[in-house]
């Protein structure tokens, strides 16, 4: 007998952990921009997996490549190697404009990554001490939720109960150069920060402070780490957010989107002379860089490389920022974000975002609160045009009550 999607939610209530606060809906298959629930009622996916879903649910191209790949080889650990590595990690670096890959799951595991690779370019090339090398970081930011990477959030939710928390981190105002500039030292290995705050509610910078982190980074022989995972891979119009500012990392954290939704793939990507202080055993992953994540990476370069979802967040993320700015002053305080990326702050004194985001469920939307007066909406780029309006129109009537 099938389960009923309250059955389903108190199975979850009672023997998963209760780490997320989901909405009460249960979905059960999915195709392109939309998804269905376990009752067969549709909704149109505004939130695109916080851009794991980038070409929406099942692309053909990548469920097409993970099948071909399941049918041969799925995992062999890095003990060996394997005929779809090398290629995975030539195809992004070449798709990125870096020198070298480093291949892991989660986007946590790629910022942790980064940070050893920082510190330890820090010890052997810029000749910081031993156990003083510093990383600044901004405030607000999000890169997971790893002990080491809760150390530097100032986010009370991810950090409360959860120290002794890791040394080694300076946190800086978000957007304000003159703070980072204070903040750096002889000992700094690196600056890591987001082009586009995502969890803080889709924070665009000043215009010119990237510019400026990178000629002080250059100033202070010190790398620049850009963590590109929700932004990047063509959420806002461009391959990375930070060609919007016409900057150049020493490193990115890439993920969510490499896996095209299918896979848990994240890397970094860099400099060779930076990612090359790295010898065997010195860090890994069971499974970063296995036959079937590289496979549907692959596809996923191939995708991006037309250059077609990067023009299609341009042009409907136009738009969709046109139409929620009309929005303001009727319900919505304030529309942040780029391409198919908005961050829309609710006016005071009405309802909280998390009750906003029921009242869109209800009538077939789906999108999430970050805090409780932020919407986030980011759908997929697959999405038709009269799709994207639907879900504004909702919006909108939802506001309007």
Not at 128 to 142: K, Q, R, Y
């Amino acid at each position: 007998m099938s389960k009923t999607a309250a059955d389903l939610i108190a199975l979850d209530e009672t023997w998963s952990t209760h780490n997320y606060h989901p909405l009460p809906v249960v979905l059960a298959e999915a195709d392109g921009a939309w998804v269905t629930d376990v009752d067969g009622k549709r909704y149109l996916d505004f939130l695109a997996g916080y851009s794991a879903l980038n070409f929406g649910h099942r692309h053909p191209a990548l469920v097409e490549a993970a099948v071909a790949q399941l049918g041969r080889l799925t995992l062999t650990s890095r003990a060996f190697h394997h005929d779809q590595l090398g290629l995975f990690c030539r195809e992004l670096a070449e798709l990125t404009g870096t020198e070298m890959v480093l291949p892991m799951n989660s986007g946590a595991e790629a910022v942790e990554s980064a940070i050893k690779v920082a510190r330890k370019w820090a010890y052997q090339v810029k000749g910081v001490p031993d156990g003083t090398a510093e990383i600044v970081v901004a405030g607000s930011n999000f890169h997971g939720r790893t002990t080491t990477i809760v150390s530097f959030s100032t986010d009370d939710t991810a950090r409360a109960d959860f120290g002794p928390f890791t040394p080694g981190f300076q946190v800086v105002k978000y957007g304000d150069a003159q703070a980072l500039e204070a903040a750096l030292s002889p000992r700094t290995a690196a600056v890591l920060i987001e082009p586009v705050q995502g969890e803080a509610g889709v924070l665009v910078p000043p215009a010119g402070y990237l510019r400026e982190v990178r000629e002080l980074c250059d100033a202070n022989n010190t790398l620049l780490i850009v963590d590109e995972i929700q932004s990047g891979l063509a959420r806002t119009g461009t391959l990375l957010a930070s060609e919007h500012d016409g900057v150049r990392a020493d490193l990115y954290t890439l993920g969510k989107a490499l896996g095209g939704g299918i896979m848990p793939v994240s890397a970094v990507v860099g400099r060779r002379d930076v990612l090359g202080v790295l010898r065997p055993g010195e860090h890994g992953s069971t499974f970063g860089g296995n036959p079937l994540a590289c496979a549907v990476g692959r596809a996923v370069i191939r995708l991006l490389a037309t250059g077609e979802f990067q023009e299609r967040s341009r042009t409907l993320g136009a738009h969709l920022h046109t139409r929620l700015g009309e929005l303001v002053g009727h319900g919505v305080a304030e529309v942040r974000g780029r391409g198919l990326w908005a961050g829309v702050e609710i006016a005071p004194g009405g309802r909280t975002a998390r009750e906003l985001s029921e009242t869109l469920m209800a009538r077939g939307v789906l999108c999430k609160e970050t805090h409780d007066t932020t919407l986030r909406i980011a759908p997929p780029l697959v999405i038709a045009k009269d799709d994207l309006d639907h879900g504004i129109d909702t919006i909108a009537a939802a506001l309007a009550g």
